[in-house]
């Protein structure tokens, strides 16, 4: 697995499962996750000092349209986050929801060891096949309303390293016997232990609880599996196509493309995962004209075809 450092220190995350997605008008590149088939979308990185293990490290800012979990187990140092220093402090969690621009930190100590956890939601059994909507008012993901800060309680501190640490052990080699279930009962349950920190009424507003985000993403959940398209979306709600993009760029980080490809395709997953219907039936259920053009789409997206998709899913849950 490649492993980069910028020298200095930490640069911000970006898992060695993700590929760029696109890049913003200022020249922020935007990565998403690019899960291999039958694989969790879930990476686990880890730095000790200089020693980074499990993650490339850009020496640049960059957004991401996956969820964020850090852990500082000993030591410290910071991130920007948005353009503001945001310190890591020892014994901390720290939760950034998709769409934050992460820049260059301060240096942390050389004694410092720092965990890091990407994922996409799907990635837990609970809101696998479900649409962004749910994910929003989900309370596994409750934390990762904004930037979340939540301070571990020192009897928990162990248990924490364990859990990480057994969580990256089974993401590592997705060969091994029921390391995809595992794996995923293992996020569910890191998940699980962040929401418990969150104290009664504390969690943050995710940028989806936003009432217009809200109304779009209504409209994605309800017609995804039809040809819908941005304009089509803008228009059901009284907008122009390219004041909607901006809107939902701005307050999401993704535009309404986006929404739409990532639920037409997190339902092509478990239709592929699940069922043994052919390409084009699937086509028809996710928005997609037929076959071929999901298979493009598809290819693009996961950087594999739907069939292979399909065989490492099925390899993988054997």
Known sequence: MRMARSSGGVRGVRGT???????????????????????????????????????ELPDRRHAHDFHLLLYVERGGGDVVVDGEAVTLREGEVVTLAPGHVIGVGAPHPAESRAWAVSFVPDAVPALAGVGPVAWATHPLLAAFGSVGRLPVP????????????????????????????????????????????????????????????????AVVEERFAEPVSTASVARELGYTAGHLTTVMRERTGRTVLDWLTERRMAEARRLLAETDLPLGVIAGRTGFRDAAYLTRRFRTWHGTTPLAWRRGARAAGG
């Not at 990565?31 to 200089?50: I, S």
């Not at 349950?189 to 109304?215: H, K």
């Open 17 to 55: 499962a993700t590929r760029l997605r696109a890049v913003r008008a200022d020249g922020t590149p935007v990565y998403r996750f690019d899960g291999a088939p039958g694989r969790p979308p879930v990476v686990v990185a880890r730095w000790d000092g200089a020693h980074v293990e499990g993650a």
């Open 154 to 217: 020192p009897s928990r501190e162990a248990a924490w390293v364990a859990l990480l640490e057994d969580l990256r052990e089974e993401t590592l080699d997705p060969t091994r016997v029921g390391a995809a279930d595992a794996a995923r009962a293992l996020l569910t349950r890191v998940l699980v232990e962040v929401a418990r920190l969150v104290p009664p009424g504390a969690a943050e507003p995710a940028p989806t609880s936003d009432p217009l985000v809200r109304r779009v993403l």
